[in-house]
């Protein structure tokens, strides 16, 4: 196993908050499984799959859903982990202003220029919420919403090209199961 030789603080701070920020939020499958289980996953991606270690990057693919899912400002995040982090958080949070449809179209719009840190994350949530349509889908959603759901993460994603080969390609295996 290779070594972790990064101050491992922060890192662990993010998850506790992460953790409780989400503890009353499941995921949309059948299960309802604990919503923490999904920015964990991303980290698993980056650090086991595609051999990013980035302290920065982590730890804002643990604190991704803060803002948009649960009572969490951007000053609060700057305040705990600093500028840096919260404005890659930012970066990865849809504006609630916007109608879905807009918000939607804005990722595919707004993923060219989106930081390489976050970058990163987009691709590692991109890939864990395809496998997650894959095999544990939210319930109730018919064939055709999972398959354009499948093609507007392909959308967002053909946007980042050329930020991280392997991210790219675990990406590429994930939308290979489109249903
Ligand atoms: P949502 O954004 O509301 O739901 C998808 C999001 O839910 C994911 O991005 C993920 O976000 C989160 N999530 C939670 N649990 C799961 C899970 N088990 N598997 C995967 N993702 C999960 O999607 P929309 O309502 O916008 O629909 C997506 C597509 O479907 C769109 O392309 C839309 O056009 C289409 N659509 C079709 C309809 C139809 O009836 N045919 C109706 C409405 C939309 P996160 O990582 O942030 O948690
Ligand atoms: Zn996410």
Not at 44 to 66: M, Q, R, S
């Amino acid at each position: 196993m290779s070594e972790l030789t990064t101050d491992l603080a922060p890192l662990v701070t993010a998850l506790s908050f992460a953790a409780k920020k989400h503890r009353h939020q499941r995921r949309k499958d059948v299960e309802a499984s604990p919503y923490i289980n999904h920015p964990i996953d991303l980290i698993n991606v980056l650090v086991n799959e595609a051999g990013v270690t980035d302290l920065t990057v982590l730890i804002a693919a643990i604190l991704h859903d803060t803002v948009e899912d649960t009572e969490t400002s951007f000053e609060e995040l700057e305040t705990i982990f600093g500028k840096k982090i919260a404005d890659i958080v930012q970066e990865l949070t849809d504006d609630k202003r916007f109608r879905k449809e807009k918000r939607k179209q804005l990722q595919i719009d707004n993923a060219a220029r989106a930081s390489y840190e976050a970058r990163l994350v987009k691709l590692a949530d991109k890939i864990c919420n395809l496998r997650d349509m894959d095999v544990s889908p939210p319930a109730g959603w018919d064939l055709d919403r999972r398959r354009e759901y499948f093609d507007w993460c392909l959308a967002v994603i053909d946007q980042v090209r050329g930020t991280h080969g392997q991210l790219e390609n675990l990406f590429d295996e994930a939308y290979s199961k489109k249903p």
